[in-house]
């Protein structure tokens, strides 16, 4: 058990993340339409997990917040990441970048 120790210390901040993605996940209607698929759901929770894992400590450091709330910030930060990562891949996917790279890098007048 003591693997598992190590393990739950190392992730004390992706947890609240993964938490705070899987309710924005079910809970908010406007994501629950956006996420289609499975594929779809386990990026929105990876993404919310690890934003909150690498972000958490920076935030709270930066607005010099009580390290006490430590878990609610890391469960704000995974409903957002996951949020804003959803986001992101929307505009990627909705954006022509063939067309972009053609036109920037010479293959086609436009």
């Known amino acids: 058990m003591d693997w598992f120790d190590k393990l739950l210390h190392q992730l ?3 947890i609240p993340g993964l938490v705070g993605a899987a ?9 629950r339409q956006e996420l289609t698929g499975k594929r779809d ?3 929105f929770l990876l993404s919310g997990g690890a934003i ?3 972000m958490t400590v920076p935030v709270c450091m930066y607005f010099h917040l009580d390290p006490g709330s430590v878990g609610g910030i890391g469960f704000l930060l995974g409903a957002f990441g996951g949020a804003v990562f ?5 505009a990627i996917k909705a954006a022509d970048l063939w067309a972009l790279l053609k036109s ?3 293959g086609g007048a436009q």
């Open 12 to 14: 004390q901040w992706a």
């Open 86 to 90: 959803t986001a992101i891949m929307k």
């Open 52 to 54: 909150a894992h690498y």
């Open 104 to 106: 920037r890098f010479g």
């Open 23 to 31: 309710v924005a996940a079910f809970a908010v209607p406007s994501q």
């Open 41 to 43: 759901i386990l990026l």
